[in-house]
């Protein structure tokens, strides 16, 4: 069972430019998680998807961000005119569905550098 | 709202001695609580997990952890670690509430293991 796929593994992006990261879930995985992990911190997250849907985006910073999960694909992480402080690495979670509480499976994340 | 501190950032020790990793938390609501492993430029692997029952956790890698809940903490510990064991160690809460389903982390603790 392959585990959580993240592409790009790097991504090297001028300022103002966008930046699309992808994730795909782990089989049978409904929920998708992102979080984003700056130089010598923690992970913060972002936003709480399950197919079509955002559950909890209360860690999305208002403007520029996007996330999607549609019914077919990957999820999409989207920055648009992209700053240097989005420099980060950004990791992708899932978890199963119908449990209480499922565990995170995290994927290899991926780093992002704006010139 | 939850928080998590790790009160130590680097800590060094040699090869087959005993560790430990501190954890506390914050938290108005019960939580569960993990401990992830990252190694160097990869994603995050569960250590342990606990969600309730024996306070005592065992995880991979001959790794344990104890929930304290009058002192809100979860130590990390391994009696005799190896040179693999050299990584970044996240504490994380999540609260027992299926609608949200964010990991807060803590800040880190970098284990290092000299021979």
């Known amino acids: 069972n392959a585990g959580v796929m993240q592409n790009p593994r790097h991504l090297v992006r001028r300022r103002g430019q966008e930046a699309r990261l992808r994730c795909s879930p782990m089989k049978g995985h409904s929920h998708v998680y992102w979080y984003r992990q700056l130089p010598e911190e923690g992970l913060k997250f972002m936003v709480y998807?399950?197919?079509?849907?955002?559950?909890?985006e209360s860690g999305m910073p208002k403007e520029r961000f996007s996330a999607e999960f549609p019914k077919e694909g990957p999820s999409i992480l989207r920055i648009q005119q992209v700053v240097r402080g989005d420099s980060a690495a950004y990791f992708c979670a899932s978890s199963p569905p119908d449990r209480a509480f499922g565990t995170q499976y995290f994927g290899p994340g991926t780093r992002l550098t704006v010139l | 709202a939850q928080s998590v501190t790790q009160l130590d950032s680097q800590v060094p020790v040699f090869e087959e001695a005993p560790v430990e990793l501190r954890c506390n938390y914050s938290?108005?609501?019960?939580?569960?609580l993990f401990w992830y492993v990252q190694y160097p430029n990869q994603g995050l692997q569960l250590l342990l997990k606990y969600l309730s029952g024996s306070t005592l956790v065992k995880g991979i890698n001959g790794f344990e952890a104890e929930f304290n809940k009058s002192q809100t903490s979860f130590h990390l510990r391994k009696p005799s670690v190896h040179i693999s064991d050299t990584a970044e160690y996240f504490c994380?809460?999540?609260?027992?509430?299926?609608?949200?389903?964010?990991?807060?982390f803590g800040s880190g603790t970098r284990l290092q293991v000299q021979p």
């Open positions: 938290s108005s609501v019960s939580v569960y």
């Open positions: 994380a809460v999540s609260a027992m509430d299926t609608g949200r389903r964010a990991l807060t």
């Open positions: 998807l399950q197919k079509e849907n955002i559950i909890d």
